[in-house]
């Protein structure tokens, strides 16, 4: 049917795709440590894949392989002549193609999750499976002869048909898709200019060209939507033969010149962590597989706070004076935090003063999100609910009090967790006169959650947060909550806090975690007391690690990363 370099032209180069979006000027470009990674004894080698726990995916010879921690596995369709292993997920399910010798100019798409399953697009020739995400949604390119090729998403029940809807773009192929179901894909055409372009696919199609080139490959892309791929100066060719590699990231290409490489090279998929792989040719014109680490100077870090706001007003106010560091401080002015809060007790934001400063963390850019567990977890931390009728809140009664009521003005807490979130949301929504807003996030206090805990999240559309990367986060958050102001201790000593935050920041960093995540309590006197000798102790620990730091700085910044992190599963606590 279709000629092998036909073939190898939508195959090999796993995504050719356009980015007709200018180069943004005047920032500053990624440095990457870099590695080559060639199958023991072969003649050439290509990295295909690679997931967040560092597993990598590519082909040498006629073969596939599986590279995980300094070993290969070979990985070979059964019967088949060729295989080629192109995509993996974090749960480690493998997608890539093989032929047969019976049929040996035609591809079959397989799914590898400890056995081998084809799959093909009803009434195709030919299927290429390229890319897979942790939901196992697969995308790829269908065809058969006489047919133009069309690209597909398959969910493990069906497929859909994916095709740009340019006028003259008649081929469309899909290669690689992300966990927030963006993908990125190429286009080509008999009236569709000259080149093969890309596109980005994300609820509508945008096409990706890099400045000036004649075709663009978009190859691969991560959930923070970095785009990786390969363009060159020519109509049509295969990124292992010609082209460079590029990564697309925040409006802005840059091209890899990694050591060794000749003119040729094309990176075809990047992961969370921001690693790359792909192939390049040495001076000879040998065929190898690279992986490119960034090397990261600076690391972000995300505050939360739980257990407030302290809303009793004959006591200290401690996340009055917490927002007052955050704005101003001897670190960094103008951090941004997110705050997990009760939003109902009589002494949190269930007071006047309590409801002010929900408002007031609102109000000065901070994301507000529910601290909140339910019955049936173990130590159910209920929201301290109030056990009084609303009309006796001393907060503006009325549209606001009205959300505390369920059904005939029982108090929070008798009808579980579902209907308690559903409170806590519209108190929040009112508070801030915006029924729009979207808390989005919440925490289970002590981490501690089950099954009909997480039921009664999703219920409600809000995602379980956790908290530090210091491989035990509660020691954290124990240490912190010790003894704090509002359960009548003096708080915990800031020598202790203060190194359990040096210890947990130094361990993300030596996990390769560069954005942290930290879990404090705006109700603990101490840590009100002390915030600002805490965030000298956070700059001091990356510095000894070799790190500058960052706090987050925008609202929209802080729910990035808690949504990276839930999409990566990071909010199990690493």
Not at 345 to 369: D, F, I, K, P
Not at 426 to 442: A, G, I, K, M, Q
Request: glycine content about 14%; hydrophobic content about 35%; aromatic content about 12%.
């Amino acid at each position: 049917m279709k000629t092998k370099l036909i073939t190898t032209l939508v195959l090999v180069s796993l995504m050719i795709s356009l980015l007709s979006i200018s180069a943004v000027k005047g920032q500053e470009e990624s440095s990457y440590s870099f590695t080559t990674i060639d199958f023991p004894g072969a003649a050439s080698t290509i990295l295909y894949g690679i997931n967040d726990v560092g597993q990598i995916v590519g082909s040498y010879g006629c073969r596939g392989f599986l590279f995980d921690n300094g070993s290969f596995q070979t990985i070979d369709f059964p019967g088949a002549k060729c295989t080629e292993a192109w995509g993996i997920n974090n749960g480690g399910q493998i997608v890539g193609g093989y032929v047969t010798e019976e049929d040996p100019e035609d591809w079959y798409g397989f799914l590898y999750d400890g056995s081998f399953q084809t799959i093909m697009f009803p009434g195709s020739d030919e299927t290429y499976a390229f890319g897979i995400n942790d939901a196992g949604q697969i995308v790829g390119h269908y065809g058969k002869e006489g047919w133009f090729w069309h690209g597909f998403l398959f969910d493990g029940s069906g497929f859909q048909t994916i095709k740009v809807p340019y006028s003259g773009c008649e081929c469309t192929a899909a290669h690689g898709i992300n966990n927030v179901g963006q993908a990125v894909g190429s286009y080509w055409g008999s009236e569709c200019g000259e080149g093969i372009h890309g596109f980005l696919f994300d609820g509508g199609f945008q096409a990706i060209n890099f400045p000036d080139a004649v075709s663009t490959a978009a190859l691969g892309i991560n959930d923070r939507g970095q785009i990786v791929g390969n363009y060159s100066g020519y109509s049509g060719w295969i990124p292992s033969q010609i082209g460079i590699a590029f990564l697309y990231d925040n409006g802005t290409f840059q091209t890899l010149n990694f050591p060794y490489f000749t003119s040729v090279s094309a990176a075809y998929d990047i992961n969370n962590a921001g690693q790359l792989v792909g192939s390049y040719r040495d001076l000879y014109g040998q065929l190898h597989g690279f992986l490119a680490t960034p090397v990261v100077s600076c690391v972000t870090v995300l505050l939360t706070f739980d257990d407030g706001p302290e809303g009793d007003e004959y006591r200290f106010n401690s996340t009055s004076s917490v927002l007052n560091t955050l704005s101003t401080n001897s670190v960094q002015e103008g951090i941004k935090a997110t705050f997990f809060t009760l939003t109902h007790g009589q002494h949190w934001g269930g007071s006047e003063l309590g409801a002010n400063l929900l408002y007031a963390e609102y109000a000065n850019g901070h994301v507000v999100s529910i601290h909140q567990g339910g019955k049936g977890c173990k130590g159910p931390h209920v929201n301290q609910p109030h056990t009084k009728r609303v009309d006796t809140f001393p907060y503006p009664v009325g549209a606001c009090g009205e959300v505390l009521k369920k059904g005939e003005g029982e108090p929070v807490g008798k009808n579980g967790l579902e209907s308690d979130l559903v409170a806590a949301i519209r108190r929040l929504r009112c508070l801030f006169l915006n029924s729009n807003y979207n808390p989005e996030f919440v925490r289970p206090p002590m981490y501690i959650y089950n099954a009909s805990v997480l039921d009664a999240y999703n219920s409600q559309a809000v995602k379980c947060e956790l908290g530090n990367c210091d491989g035990d986060g509660l020691k954290m958050i124990l240490t912190d909550n010790k003894g704090t102001g509002d359960s009548g201790g003096p708080g915990p000593l800031p020598s202790v806090v203060s190194e359990t935050l040096k210890r947990s920041v130094k361990n993300c960093l030596q996990q390769k975690i560069y954005e942290i995540v930290l879990t404090l309590h705006d109700s603990n006197d101490t840590t009100a007391r002390n915030l600002n000798r805490y965030l000298n102790d956070i700059r001091q620990a990356a510095e000894e690690e070799g790190f500058t730091i960052k706090f987050v700085e925008s609202e929209s910044e802080a729910r990035e990363i808690l949504n990276r992190r839930w999409i990566a599963g990071n909010w199990q606590g690493n």
